[in-house]
């Protein structure tokens, strides 16, 4: 079965500062990676998704990730944090050929500092 | 166009009671799946229906059921409900498999 672990429960950052978050996942094959956005009381936002070919994927609003094989991770950046940005983070695994069904992460609370 | 929608946003029930729970996929997308989020549990898989059959189902009991009609539109249903159901209920829309995947802003449910 996949799982998917983000070492960082919370984050802080000043505004302006570049943000890396962690994600690590265990599956066999190379799955569907995806990074998605909670804001307060709203559902999640789609952020970026990896499903095959170039390993840096450009998302919205400024976010990139890159897949790395031999680390099993796919570890989100941003070069410049925004106040807005101040979230919680999921980053999620599908299999291929196995419908819809993510695995997510336990999230990592982001907090940026002005 | 509109994106997905949920009804009701807000639900408190009593133990032992039932609930059902609604969701209108973004119009054309056949694949409706449904999570529970808690602070203790996180997010995790309840089922996902296509073309009104279930395709994949998460590690719930059997209180746990859903349905999907000829409109794409789902709902879920709990019965007999546990102070452990009290959760935000999303559902999310997707054209086909491996599409990306739209969620509605959830029903948060209280269990008391």
């Known amino acids: 079965a996949q799982s998917v672990t983000q070492p960082d429960i919370h984050i802080t950052v000043s505004e302006g500062a570049s943000l890396e978050l962690r994600c690590n996942y265990s599956?066999?094959?190379?799955?569907?990676l995806f990074w998605y956005v909670q804001s307060p009381g709203q559902g999640l936002q789609l952020l970026l998704k990896?499903?095959?070919?170039?390993?840096l994927v450009q998302g919205i609003k400024g976010f990139e990730a890159e897949f790395k094989r031999s680390q099993s991770s796919f570890n989100l950046r941003k070069p410049s944090v925004h106040w807005s940005d101040a979230a919680e983070y999921f980053c999620?695994?599908?299999?291929?050929?196995?419908?819809?069904?993510?695995?997510f992460g336990t999230g990592t609370q982001l907090k940026v500092e002005l | 166009k509109a994106g997905v929608t949920q009804t009701p946003r807000y639900l408190i029930k009593t133990r032992g009671q039932q609930v059902t729970l609604s969701c209108s996929p973004i119009s054309g997308h056949r694949s409706v799946s449904w999570y529970q989020q808690t602070p203790g549990q996180g997010l995790q898989f309840l089922f996902e229906y296509f073309s009104e059959t279930q395709r994949n189902k998460g590690n719930f009991p059997g209180r746990f059921s859903g349905r999907q009609f000829s409109n794409s539109r789902s709902e879920m249903n709990v019965s007999t409900l546990e102070l452990g159901d009290s959760a935000l209920y999303l559902c999310?829309?997707?054209?086909?498999?491996?599409?990306?995947?739209?969620f509605g802003p959830g029903t948060r449910l209280l269990v008391l």
């Open positions: 599956y066999g094959a190379t799955p569907y």
């Open positions: 990896y499903f095959s070919g170039d390993t």
């Open positions: 999310a829309s997707s054209l086909e498999e491996n599409e990306t995947q739209y």
């Open positions: 999620a695994v599908g299999r291929p050929g196995g419908g819809n069904k993510l695995t």
